[in-house]
């Protein structure tokens, strides 16, 4: 019977019932008591002003994707003029359809629930914590789920219609774009509400926070969801998609194309699991909570895939190398959190740092930002080897694909990751609400408390998420070096020219002048989207000054005088996008040119510096923010003078500062070192075929 | 005739014209007047300072070069009681020493001349422009000359006593470690004092800036003597000394182990000839003045090295890539301008938003600080990449020899360039003592414009110094596969195990590890010490406290009453030393631990990733620096409400969070760099030979 039973198809049956799962939760929360009046007013207002961003950007992002398609369908896998069989562009432009589509349809669900989840959380904190804790967490899970599922079915999916890992490039490719708008356009947007709602209504009209009068404040209440769960969502999906794909491709000359496929669905199993036996008792702490269903998830898995592999017969060292890259982010994680704990050195000598100034707490925040690069960066290359090692005995191309198995092994609880994070942001909304309809100090006390174990989980789901990209990324590079080879091979080059076309070797010339270009191109992008941010933050202060100027009775509070908050959402999320168009370009058109001038080994040499600078300046940012942060928040609870001092208000600076690094520039490089290595693989047989310094004999 | 003469011995020669010619301007310099009793008394206090630092820096560092040339002695080039010839051991120790000593008395003689040229630069500008700019020119080209002379002449004569380029190795990593104290150290040292002389000064007690009272304020003024006259010197003598060795272990193969002491001599003579020639008119612009001087230094370079290779016989092909070092280097400078002149649009966007306050200018300048890296570093990959097919067809090895003499042509006219870029901070220190010693406002108008002189020749300096690192560091690296080789050639390797132990491809496992590693170094030695500026300075600000309170009569101002200024500046040196020995320890250990554990291609693998991240993180903080710097200075002339408006403080802060990184973090890079590369090359034996993987057979 067994023997009957295709392996893979543990992916699209898991698939399908992460969505259920998730469609279960989803009624759960679903029907759950919204809360009084005011809560439901509050609560609308949001939901109307993401659905409005979301239209918006899905408008804008609908023609992107169209061009790119057409684009695609034109030129790749071969141009359509030159091809043998034209049905194979038309498939992957498909799949790339298919991709964007299921991303985006993942970002609506999550918003939907997000901006749900959060009164129904705060309404239920009323009946204590054991009561909103479900709510919370299980709007989490809704996205997780959703996430996993729609991304592992869409990947079943094409590779069951194709048979070719090669497709599945298109529907990651696909997935990879959105992300990209989702995690850095959503970046812009958020930022930008947030400096908009603030300078005018806080600085210049002296108006309080989250004041109904102020045009953007809605804006800045969507900005949360947009940046926070539709876009931490896409990071992490964006990741799980590459990996399996890479491990695909990787696994092609192997005869193990369809291993990814099972450890990944093997993982929803684990998440599900997980997910669904996480609760707490009345005197419980979510935190730990959260914490402890990861490592169960982690456990789950590894028994599962161990058993797989024996039933299946993969050989057990593949099964290790998974291991590996599963230990690695839980590990990763609790070194990352050592720098923005709030009872570590780190963030305690950056409060203390506050009190001499401003710029003693940028320089301080900035320098442990330095230095937490380190253990994370450790961390993915000890995995990255340790696999390597651990799989080479098996023969020729497995000890890269170990490497591969690594970043699945990290990636496959994805589902339980994303549903702990998604945690995160909905009680942070939770909390607001609460006060902001007045349900009472045991109210706001117990969100407070769903929040902090946000903050708890956040440390090691943020570890999984470095890791993962990280692992994922050089598996990427590994699979444009194999397509590279493919196409040589197909050209008719012999062994010898071809291992040295690919071969990536730093004292390379063109792998060297590749290199210096990919590491400045991180640092392109995340300046071109902060810069962003300022224009686009010009642009909606006028539109605020506008309305304040031009509706009579708004500025004075006059009964039944409203302002116009779509059109500031739409002023943000156009701008955002046009923000963020030049970045990506620049992005797409180097990797390409450095591709078609100097060939594989300056695209290979590319990828490898971008990867380096990319992680190394997501981490800084991400982390420099997340410390800047909570030195502010330490501050607040009383030290140095608490709320209102000067050391606050330098912490406060440095919290603004860290804002678009930690929420706009850093977590988008991930998805933007992936999308060039997805470009560079889906360009990869052209580029063999056509490159300057190729044709010039050199 | 000529052909008796052995071609090389030019650089002795020019190296002994150019300490002649160094004299010659010294001599030129200390017969000018010093001026009033004032001035001298300003003058001596500084020099004073300078002195006890430098006594209290040599006292420490002859310590641990002591430990560390004994240790050379027991282990390197191979341990004594393994070695075949024990007197390498020795050599190599004495070599290192050596390069240590001319390092640090070119750093004694840098500093005596700065702090004499300052005041009479002063004193001259009373009889206006064209008087008053030789005499800070001609103390620049002091440092200048002296520099290359000391450097070139070690060279030479290590080179003539063993006829090795590998005892040179040791010359040049005596001069490097001794660079890596005055630059980082310095660094430390300078920006420690200007916050606690401000922070106790200014903030506490609200006596003026300057004031003599002031414990901390002798500190201050060495400082700036130390961080940029000293330190700067050491950074390009230290990457000047690196290529020229670079260059003649690669050429050792070639037989062409002397082109680069002909190159360097003939810079040198180049150097003087264009320091000569340089003078302004009454009316004459002294900005352009400088970058002319350039300009025919490098014209007159370009024609002695052509004739040279004609009569000695180079293949022009090795001139030429000389040549496209030097163009490179003159481009990276103009690009890098952009980014950090006053009249273009990074400045004036960053001052703009100093408008909208402290954050928004601290996002502006770091966000142009990370574009800027692009250009440069484009420029560095061109230059290598051109040089590289420019020389390939040579034959095998000339390639990468190719790029040495594009390191080689940059750093021949070094000279030159350390004497434009000394210029900078001994007329800067003019304009201070005038306004101090009150020689009206038309010697102040003077002096400012030699001031803004320094800056426009600035960005050309900046651009060669970047770029001659980054040539550098790549030949270097190339140095350190070349004698890995050699050492296995000794070991008895085949040729094609040779090339696999030694290939740096980037998928291969161990060089990922170690360029992981490698990447992160640069990122923790500058978070140490920039932290190690805060910590120092707390000293510091402890002592001026103490002095205030314990000496009677110090605060309130007392006929006869003087702080005891040499404490001081004797705290913050052992307190800058004391800071830095951990980083280079951390530097050093990681560096010899990543090769002892992964091998040759580990090490070369983190000495790429350091080569990646250390240009990316010294070019963004230097030019971010410099950039936050301009921004104020261009609010303090008038425009967004300008001095004491709230842009103007929001511009002072980011000026403050510039300051450690271009004067303290960012600057050390290169030399830190530069010294894991050499302790690379140094080790190459060993660490072939005893490395833990290969051990285990991995």
């Known amino acids: 019977m067994l023997e009957m039973f295709e392996p893979w198809l543990i992916a699209p049956i898991a698939a399908l019932i992460s969505i259920l799962a998730g469609l279960y939760f989803y009624r759960y929360v679903d029907k759950q008591d919204s809360g009084t009046e005011r809560m439901k007013e509050i609560s609308d ?119 070719d890992a090669g497709a599945v490039l298109g529907f990651s490719f696909g997935a990879s774009a959105l992300a990209l708008f989702a995690k850095a356009g959503g970046g812009i947007f958020t930022k930008t509400a947030d400096i908009a709602a603030d300078l005018v209504g806080k600085v210049e009209l002296g108006i309080p926070e989250d004041d109904p009068r102020n045009p953007a404040v809605i804006a800045d209440n969507v900005g949360d969801n947009v940046g926070d769960v539709a876009g931490m969502g896409a990071d992490l999906a964006d990741s799980y998609i590459a990996s399996i794909v890479a491990v695909m491709i990787l696994g092609t000359a192997l005869g193990l194309v369809e291993i990814a496929l099972v450890f990944a669905g093997l993982g929803i ?16 702490n979510p935190g730990k909570s959260l914490n402890m269903g990861t490592y169960v998830t982690c456990i789950i898995f590894g028994i599962l895939t161990l058993i797989a592999s024996y039933y299946i017969g993969y050989d057990l060292r593949l099964w290790g190398a998974s291991i590996v890259g599963l230990a690695a ?23 203390e740092a506050s009190k001499t100034g401003t710029a003693t707490n940028i320089i301080t925040g900035f320098s442990y930002g330095l230095q937490s690069v ?7 290359g000890v995995a990255a080897v340790v696999a390597y090692y651990l799989c080479e005995p ?66 090691i789901t943020k570890g999984f998420a470095i ?14 070096q194999s397509e590279a080879i493919a196409a040589l091979v197909e050209a008719g080059k012999s062994q010898a020219e071809i291992a040295t076309l690919v071969n990536f070797n730093l004292l390379n010339p063109k792998v060297m002048l590749g290199a210096f270009v990919g590491i400045a191109m991180p640092a392109l992008f995340s300046a071109m989207v902060m810069l962003g941010v300022g224009r686009n933050a010009e642009r909606m202060i ?62 290979g040499g590319c990828l490898a510096g971008a990867i380096f600078s990319g992680l190394l300046l ?81």
Request: aromatic letters at 8%.
């Open 45 to 163: 207002a949001i939901k109307e002003g993401s659905k409005a961003f979301l239209k918006r950007e899905y408008t804008i992002l609908a023609i992107f994707v169209l061009v790119v398609g057409t684009l695609i369908g034109i030129f790749l896998p071969s141009p359509i003029w030159t091809s043998a069989n034209p049905l194979d562009n038309i498939t992957l432009t498909l799949s790339y359809f298919f991709g964007a589509f299921l991303s985006a349809l993942a970002g609506y669900v999550g918003m939907d629930i997000a901006t749900k989840a959060n009164t129904k959380a705060a309404y239920a904190a009323r009946d204590g914590l054991n009561k909103a804790f479900p709510v919370g967490f299980r709007g989490g899970a809704v996205m997780g789920l959703a996430v996993v599922g729609f991304s592992l079915l869409g990947i079943s999916i094409v590779y069951f219609i194709t048979g």
């Open 269 to 284: 199993f684990a998440s599900i699991l997980g997910a669904a036996t996480l609760r707490i008792g009345a005197k419980g």
């Open 329 to 351: 982010g839980v590990v990763i994680g609790t070194t990352s959190d050592f720098f923005t704990s709030e009872s570590k050195s780190p963030v305690l000598n950056t409060a």
């Open 374 to 380: 380190f253990p994370p960066l450790i961390g993915i």
């Open 394 to 459: 098996l023969g020729s191309g497995y000890a890269v694909f170990g490497i591969g198995m690594a970043a699945i092994g990290m990636l496959s609880i994805v589902g339980l990751i994303i549903s702990n994070d998604a945690y995160g942001p909905i009680v942070d909304n939770s909390r607001g609400i609460a006060e902001q309809a007045g349900l009472g100090d045991e109210v706001i006390r117990i969100t407070d408390e769903l929040d902090a174990a946000g903050n708890t989980a956040k440390a």
């Open 467 to 480: 890791g993962a990209a990280g692992l994922t990324v050089i598996a990427l590079l590994a699979t444009f």
């Open 542 to 603: 006028k539109e605020v000054r506008r309305q304040f100027k031009e509706i009579p009775g708004l500025k004075e509070g006059k009964e039944g005088v409203k302002p116009d908050y779509a059109r500031c959402v739409d002023i943000a999320t156009t701008g955002a996008l046009r923000e963020l168009l030049p970045a990506s370009t620049v992005t797409l058109g180097v990797t390409l040119a450095v591709g078609f001038i100097g060939g594989a080994q300056a695209l």
């Open 618 to 698: 997501a981490l800084l940012m991400s982390n420099a923010g997340g410390l800047w942060d909570n030195a502010k928040k330490y501050i607040e609870t009383g030290v140095h003078g608490g709320k209102g001092s000067d050391a606050h208000k330098a912490a406060v600076v440095g919290d603004t500062v860290g804002d678009p690094f930690k929420d706009t520039a850093g977590p988008s490089l991930n998805t933007m070192i992936t999308v060039m290595s997805l470009v560079a693989s889906l360009f990869a047989a052209l580029i063999v075929q056509y490159n300057l310094l190729g044709m010039l004999g050199l």
